[in-house]
């Protein structure tokens, strides 16, 4: 399955989020079954012999195609936003389009995983996203997990607003799709981590989670990160609480696969006559699946620093502006070894996100 979209009609190249083909202006959907742009006509199309209708939510910039029984015609990725800014909040709704961009790229990486993900309108406890904005009557909206549901601020989609948390904090990355990757860390843990075994795992590389948490964020918001804390941890803020390091760590992951997965779908690898830094070339994958830890970080060093020298190149930041250091490298394997331990097909991961599709089947 290859992940490069392109124009059904023109075969032009297209960005995740498009509506319609810049090159040959096609009306396009996108089909996440199969990561695919269909043409639409009249809003629909048919697919295998089913008819597909654009998501309810394509006025707010949803391209996503849902499926003709679906309920109340919203996609799959609509339909996990559990609370969204009030129709007449026309200011709150158009942040409310790039951030559902950011999620419906993370719902796609969660998938190619091969990652569960059971909706919290079918199953208590499930996952969902109260997607408010702290702009809409001035009330602080607090980032954050809490029994399957993300809630995250849509005024941080503000650049000017991000920025200034970001430098203020001393972060030297703060992003939406970054919060996502964070928050649904804390979801997975609890969904992952289903024997004594595993969690005794986890508290020898993270810590005990069960020591408090409120005191945990009072001693870091009064005393800061400790000591040569990086010899440790991939950020400050990982620090802070078991729970955080280990949404931090897992937020990695993801970074790392997600874009060495989009590296592999553009064909991007290193030579290695040209970096003469090692034997043979670094060639991304677009997935780690059957690859044991160590590949993933090594193509990760090589192509992080690749990359950084680009972003380099045009005076920006470097994409990926941290190191992981061999503490890291332990917990990260940890994730690799939970995420990869049995994926679960497509087929399966239908059956449990949509399970009026499976009864019909
Ligand atoms: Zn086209
Ligand atoms: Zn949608
Ligand atoms: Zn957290």
């Not at 012999?49 to 996503?64: A, I, K, Q, V």
């Amino acid at each position: 399955m290859s992940s490069q979209p392109r124009c059904p009609h023109c075969r032009h190249f297209l960005y995740l989020d498009r509506l319609t083909c810049p090159n040959c202006e096609a009306e396009l959907g996108y089909h996440m079954l199969s990561r695919q742009f269909y043409g639409i006509r009249n809003n629909q199309v048919v697919i295998d012999g089913r008819t597909w209708y654009t998501c309810s939510n394509r006025e707010w910039e949803c391209n996503w195609l849902v499926r003709d029984d679906a309920p109340a015609g919203r996609c799959f990725s609509c339909r996990l936003t559990r609370r969204r800014p009030a129709a007449n909040d026309t200011v709150a709704l158009e942040k409310l389009a790039s951030t559902e961009e950011a999620k419906r790229r993370l719902l796609l990486q969660l998938g190619s995983l091969g990652l569960p993900i059971v909706g919290w309108d079918i199953k208590p406890g499930g996952l969902g996203f109260d997607l408010i904005s702290s702009l809409t009557d001035g009330k602080r909206v607090m980032i954050g997990h809490a029994n399957g549901i993300i809630t995250l601020d849509l005024a941080e989609s503000l650049d000017d607003r991000r920025e200034a948390l970001r430098v203020r904090l001393g972060e030297p990355y703060r992003t939406i799709l970054g919060h996502l990757r964070h928050e649904v860390g804390h979801y997975y843990q609890g969904v992952l981590l289903t024997d004594d075994a595993a969690w005794d795992e986890c508290r020898e590389l993270f810590g005990d989670e069960r020591v408090s948490y409120q005191d945990a964020i009072k001693q870091h918001y009064t005393f800061g990160a400790p000591e040569g804390w990086h010899k440790s941890f991939i950020s400050e803020y990982a620090t802070m609480h078991p729970w955080e390091d280990f949404a931090e760590t897992w937020a990695h992951y993801l970074h790392i696969t997600g874009t060495l997965q989009t590296a592999a779908a553009i064909g991007i690898r290193l030579d290695a006559t040209v970096t003469n830094l090692r034997d043979a070339d670094v060639v991304p994958q677009e997935s780690y699946e059957s690859e044991p830890i160590q590949q993933l970080l090594t193509d990760w060093e090589w192509m992080s620093q690749a990359f950084n020298r680009i972003n380099r190149a045009m005076g920006f930041r470097d994409l990926y502006p941290f190191e992981i250091v061999p503490a890291v490298r332990k917990k990260l394997a940890f994730m690799h070894e939970i995420v990869t331990r049995a994926p679960l097909t497509l087929e399966e991961q239908i059956a449990m996100a949509a399970p009026w599709d499976a009864e019909q089947a």
